[in-house]
């Protein structure tokens, strides 16, 4: 900290830290003044703070248009806004940004405590300044067709001058080295209408754009590319993969992890290292990556839209993994360059909080973020039509920004969903505002959560300390209760707020889980395929991990995220080696989809030595965990499924049902 340096927190308030290299006599001689002439102020507190005095002085309301300065003696120093910019009257940030017309454009960009911003032409070289119009906004009109126009903002605060892109702009060049001018008449508007659909009824498939087409076993021309996601005709040894493997699976939603544009990855040189994208740098962005045609600016707006359109009309939906919780450089972030203080939460001390251990996290609950969070949500609704967004670390996003945006977004979309990790994170933001499963009664019961007993009970323990810990499906029968309570939806009081899952991107896979647990390769695939259809057959929002289906390997590696293409890649040849696991997989997403108004109905239970009997209506769900088979007499009935048998034929007297083993039947 600097000898002196005072900050602006609220409109009457100024706190100054003062070196102890001063006399405590010295404090006396301290002097505010608004543009140069000298205010009454009044201490209302003085502390010891370590290495310095901390007071906090009571002035006269603020006049935002003017500057402050404190003095002591030869040495004096600016007051900076600091948390007081969250009591600015902010504009409406839809108005921000580029607004292109074919004979003008007019450039607004919100600035605070900026002494003065100006607009650089990056091709003619010259920056031209922008006039202060309304609280910290600054706004630039420019005749003439600007379409493909190259620019960036210089903002002067004090004796620093800031370079910045463009945070509301819909262009910008690779690594965003500058923003870009686009028309909006040139984005793709087609959409494509599909049945609307209850969150019970989803079956979501998570996958990287990357990872999908990365492996040479993918046969995809378009390798890590939006495009790529959606070639058709791709196949491995005659078998489909890529898109046509999609469409096969059955699945109702795929979850694309991070699109946005993230840091950690050279744009221009994608292959030279890898990252899954949870390291936001920019939300207004696709991610330059995944472009296959980055000479053309569109094509961030375009690509994806395209693919949500393919995906639309192979009657798949598409939803977003979002990193609203802390950015990847909080110093290097345009929103904290332009508007300081507005951006991250802060503890007690003025460090900046790290609930989200990448560094900083995002103040959701303050004005800017909390609108800015919801323009970015409604933009990526309207631009690509997704119908869904899953929240990561949603517990660091207080309650009612999530309410709010719950509220936009299903009013424009009907089904949309919306769902994210309640985890509880060490942050400041207050318990009671948090959006996490402890807290999920403050919010819109349209928000769902993933489950992580559901997770724990039936795979096992999931951190790497405990990680040979074994669940229900690797042997621990004993906890057949917490089975029945997690099948049944009670969790978390309506079963459409639970996203069942037992693997994704985070920590290891279910295969690699067994292998550290030491479970018998004889027994790999049957367990495998008990937790899948545990996961499948659950009252709730069944979710799978891509490869999950094909006992995928991240070859004993947990968090992978900049592990590089080898441990993250979908393996084809896995797939093929492993046709009858994806066959069953298939097998039971027809029968959660034939059978969906059943999963509507109330859960009970019945207990046949280890055998665990799942009720829904005339629906009955046998699971035998163990590893020897059962026999169960039964009057007549119909057998739905059964290992490989796949269809409704009369049983009588008894039903066999194997070890490690689902069977279904209707009675």
């Known amino acids: 900290m600097a000898l002196l340096t005072a900050y602006l927190d609220s409109p009457s308030i100024i706190k100054a830290y003062i070196d102890k290299s001063f006399s405590y006599a010295a404090l006396d001689h301290i002097k505010i003044f608004r543009s140069h002439v000298e205010i009454n102020k009044k201490i209302i507190n003085l502390e010891d703070y370590g290495h310095s005095y901390k007071i906090t002085y009571e002035i006269e309301k603020v006049d935002h248009h003017q500057s402050y300065l404190m003095t002591l003696n030869e040495f004096s120093t600016r007051v900076i806004y600091r948390h007081i910019a969250n009591d600015l009257k902010l504009p409406d940030l839809s108005t921000l940004g580029p607004c292109y017309h074919k004979e003008k454009t007019v450039f607004r960009i919100l600035a605070v405590d900026a002494i003065k911003v100006k607009l650089y032409d990056v091709k003619n070289k010259i920056a031209i300044n922008m006039t202060k119009v309304e609280d910290a906004v600054y706004e630039l009109e ?52 599909l049945k609307h659909s209850s969150a019970v009824d989803s079956i979501i498939y998570e996958m990287s754009v990357r990872d999908f087409s990365s492996s040479d076993t993918s046969n995809i021309k378009k390798k890590g590319k939006f495009l790529g996601l959606i070639e058709e005709g791709s196949a491995y040894h005659g078998v489909a993969t890529g898109l046509d493997y999609l469409k096969e699976l059955g699945i109702t ?71 609203f919780n802390h950015v990847y ?114 919010l819109n019961t349209n928000i ?13 323990a999931t951190s790497e300390d405990y990680i040979e810990e074994k669940g229900f499906v690797l042997g621990r029968i004993e906890l ?17 707020r639970s996203i069942n899952y037992v693997e994704c991107h985070d920590n290891h896979t279910f295969f690699d889980k067994m292998v550290l647990c030491k479970i018998d ?61 994806v066959t069953y997989f298939k097998d039971l997403v027809k029968i959660r989809k034939d059978y969906h108004n059943y999963f509507d109905l109330e859960a009970s239970f019945e207990d046949y030595y280890e055998v665990l009997i799942y009720k829904l209506g005339d629906l009955r769900i046998f699971i035998n965990a163990c590893i020897y088979e059962h026999i169960y007499p039964l009057t007549k009935a119909k057998l739905i499924y059964l290992g490989k048998r796949f269809a409704e034929e009369e049983i009588h007297e008894r039903l066999v049902i194997p070890a490690l083993s689902i069977a279904i039947v209707k009675m």
């Open 521 to 581: 390769h004889s027994e790999y695939k049957l367990r495998a395929q008990l937790a899948i259809a545990l996961v499948l057959l659950a009252k709730g929002i069944p979710f799978i991990h891509s490869g999950q289906e094909f006992l995928r390997t991240k070859h004993l590696k947990g968090n992978t995220y900049n592990s590089g293409d080898y441990d993250n890649e979908i393996d084809y040849a896995l797939r093929n080696q492993n046709e009858d696991l």
């Open 142 to 193: 420019i005749n003439g067709d600007l379409e493909g126009f190259a620019y960036y903002y210089l903002v002067q605060r004090y004796e620093e001058t800031l370079r910045v892109s463009d945070p509301f702009a819909y262009g910008a060049a690779l690594n965003d080295a500058y923003s870009i001018v686009l028309d909006p008449a040139k984005f793709i508007k087609e959409k494509v209408k």
């Open 329 to 442: 450089h909080w110093k290097e972030y345009s929103l904290h360059k332009l508007f300081p203080y507005g951006v991250y939460r802060y503890e007690n001390d003025e460090t900046l909080a790290n609930g989200s251990f990448c560094g900083n996290e995002i103040k959701s609950e303050g004005p800017l973020m909390r609108a800015y969070i919801k323009l970015m949500c409604l933009r990526y609704l309207e631009l690509f039509d997704i119908d869904g967004m899953r929240f990561d670390l949603m517990g660091l996003i207080d309650s009612a920004t999530m309410n709010e945006i719950t509220e936009l977004l299903r009013e424009k979309k009907t089904d949309f969903m919306i769902y994210g990790e309640g985890w509880d994170m060490p942050s400041p933001l207050d318990f009671y505002q948090r959006s996490s499963i402890a807290n999920r009664h403050n």
């Open 448 to 460: 769902a959560f993933f489950n992580p007993e559901f997770r724990d009970v039936i795979k096992g």
């Open 253 to 323: 939603h795929i979850q694309l992890m991070p699109v946005m544009d993230f840091g950690s990855i050279d744009e221009l040189d994608p292959k030279n290292s890898y990252n899954w994208g949870y390291d936001p740098v920019a939300y207004n962005l696709c991610e330059g990556t995944y472009l296959f045609d980055t000479e053309d600016y569109y094509s961030r707006i375009n690509e994806l839209r395209t693919l949500v359109n393919t995906m639309h009309k192979n009657m798949i939906k598409v939803n977003l993994d979002v990193v």
């Open 480 to 496: 057949k209760e917490e089975v029945k309570k997690l099948l049944a939806g009670h969790i978390y009081e309506s079963d459409k």
